[in-house]
């Protein structure tokens, strides 16, 4: 009930990105690593009965890790940067519903490619593919797995949002790190690590 209901209070649910902001493979691949620690670039159906089963599972249980369904952390990030134009913040409750909803609507590139729209990569960049003109010279789509990651991991260092480029040396083993998490995820081959 309170799913239907706060759906009916929002003023308006987020619109799927155009196909022409999808993002190339290879950064859609490493951006998923953030979110999700393996698998593939798919996004499971979430009910608000799944959601009242996991919360009680935590409490009754405890586990030591929480098990969520894929897709789940990248919807609810992209329900937290998303408001709608009347909106100042997000409530609790709307955010849930909203990442709900997502989960049922929303494919993982078209996540993908609205959390990538959103993001400080300083300079006052907040696009991956306008990072990587700006800090790689080059396309999006042509980057290397290796440039595509390095792009990432600027945008997941803190420390190096505003001027990551005077941070290369401490973001290339992060980068590193990433890739070899990916490998061990099987989301990519050895060859490509290398």
Not at 49 to 65: D, F, L
Request: net charge positive; aromatic share 8%.
């Amino acid at each position: 009930g309170w799913y239907r209901m706060t759906l009916r209070e929002l003023p308006a649910l987020p619109t799927s990105p155009d196909a022409t902001d999808r993002l190339s493979a290879n950064i859609a691949r490493v951006y998923w690593s953030l979110y999700e620690p393996g698998g593939s670039m798919t996004v499971k159906p979430m009910w608000p009965w799944t959601v009242a089963w996991t919360v009680t599972r935590i409490i009754v249980s405890k586990p030591s890790r929480m098990d969520v369904p894929p897709g789940w952390t990248l919807a609810d990030a992209v329900a937290r940067h998303w408001r709608p134009e009347d909106s100042h913040r997000t409530r609790w409750r709307e955010r849930l519903t909203v990442g709900i909803w997502l989960t049922r609507h929303w494919t993982a590139e078209e996540l993908l490619a609205f959390e990538a729209r959103r993001r400080q990569l300083g300079h006052g960049l907040r696009d991956l593919p306008e990072a990587a003109r700006h800090y790689l010279g080059k396309e999006a789509s042509d980057l290397t797995l290796a440039e595509a990651a390095l792009l990432v991991t600027m945008n997941d260092a803190p420390r190096s949002r505003k001027h990551p480029e005077c941070f290369i040396d401490r973001l290339q083993p992060i980068r590193d790190g990433r890739l070899r998490r990916m490998l061990m995820a099987g989301s990519l081959t050895p060859e490509e690590e290398a």
